[in-house]
């Protein structure tokens, strides 16, 4: 099994934009190592067989798949409905047009009632055989629940994210929870014994909305992970810092990073 890592950010890339040249400013990252520019966070898993799955749409999409060489997922699924994870939604429209079918999309009905409404475009019947815009099949899902997705058997639950709720999911040895601040009992269990973790880690210090570096590690002691890989990072989050601190066994995400188990 393997997971892409597509991007690696929080809701405004690093670097954000502005600085004092207005060439992006940098925060906490130094701007000399390329691992810190980051994209918006999203990733591909896929089986042996090769089927893949892609987790949210940001607005970085496009140039993400071209530079993974990726043209064809098999289905979408969206964490939560924020403009980061979902702002590339029109990408999917060149997938259509390869594939020449509607693409399988899965979200809780909140979200992809949101999503309806962003984009009610792409949620109309379709009429083959021109595509001109995203051609959607639509697939609500609850939570918790187990689901076929792309072939795999996926295990989605809650998070907490602020004051709204996300989507976590866990595909055999591999699982991914971003933009998630708390983690109750449920989604641990879930969690539990898993091989490799990629979940969101925006900041070192205690934040409101996400997870920092103090609990993120707190989950791991429950969790018990081989491996953690942090992503949905802010422009606190120095990858040579984190080289040199980071505990062993986990490690910060980069775009592009290939995870294998």
Same mark, same amino acid.
Do not use: K
């Given at each position: ?11 405004? &890339? ?33 089986? &042996?067989? &090769? ?12 140039? @993400? ?29 060149? +997938?259509?047009? +390869? ?11 909140? /979200? $992809?009632?949101? $999503? ?21 099949? /639509? ?7 187990? @689901? ?11 998070q907490q994210h602020g004051r709204t709720e996300t989507m976590g999911l866990r595909v055999g040895p591999m699982a991914y929870c971003t933009d998630v601040a708390e983690l109750g009992d449920a989604a641990l269990d879930t969690l539990r014994g898993v091989d490799t973790w990629v979940v969101g880690c925006f900041q070192r210090d205690v934040h409101p909305s996400h997870g920092w570096l103090a609990q993120v590690l707190?989950? %791991?002691? +429950?969790? @018990?992970?081989? %491996?953690? /890989? ?9 990858? &040579?810092?984190? @080289? ?12 592009? $990073? %290939?995870?294998?188990?």
């Amino acid at each position: 099994m393997e997971m892409i890592i597509l991007g690696c950010a929080g809701s405004a &890339g690093v670097p954000m934009i502005g600085g004092a040249d207005g060439a992006g400013d940098w925060g906490m990252c130094d701007p000399a190592e390329p691992r810190n520019r980051r994209t918006r966070s999203s990733v591909i898993i896929s089986d &042996g067989p &090769g089927r893949r799955l892609l987790v949210d749409t940001g607005p970085d999409l496009r140039t @993400q798949l071209l530079a993974r060489h990726v043209s064809v997922v098999d289905a979408v699924i969206y964490t939560h409905a924020h403009a980061d994870h979902i702002a590339g939604l029109d990408e999917l429209r060149s +997938i259509n047009r +390869i594939t020449r079918a509607p693409l399988p999309v899965y979200g809780t009905q909140p /979200v $992809l009632d949101e $999503l309806a409404c962003r984009f009610d475009y792409a949620f109309r019947p379709w009429t083959p055989p021109h595509i001109y815009r995203p051609v959607l099949d /639509v697939h609500p899902v609850p939570l918790p629940s187990r @689901q076929v997705i792309a072939g795999m058997e996926v295990d989605l639950f809650v998070q907490q994210h602020g004051r709204t709720e996300t989507m976590g999911l866990r595909v055999g040895p591999m699982a991914y929870c971003t933009d998630v601040a708390e983690l109750g009992d449920a989604a641990l269990d879930t969690l539990r014994g898993v091989d490799t973790w990629v979940v969101g880690c925006f900041q070192r210090d205690v934040h409101p909305s996400h997870g920092w570096l103090a609990q993120v590690l707190r989950w %791991r002691r +429950i969790i @018990q992970p081989r %491996r953690t /890989v942090l992503t949905h990072m802010g422009p606190d989050m120095d990858w &040579g810092w984190m @080289q040199a601190n980071l505990p062993e066994g986990v490690e910060a995400a980069y775009d592009g $990073l %290939r995870l294998h188990v």
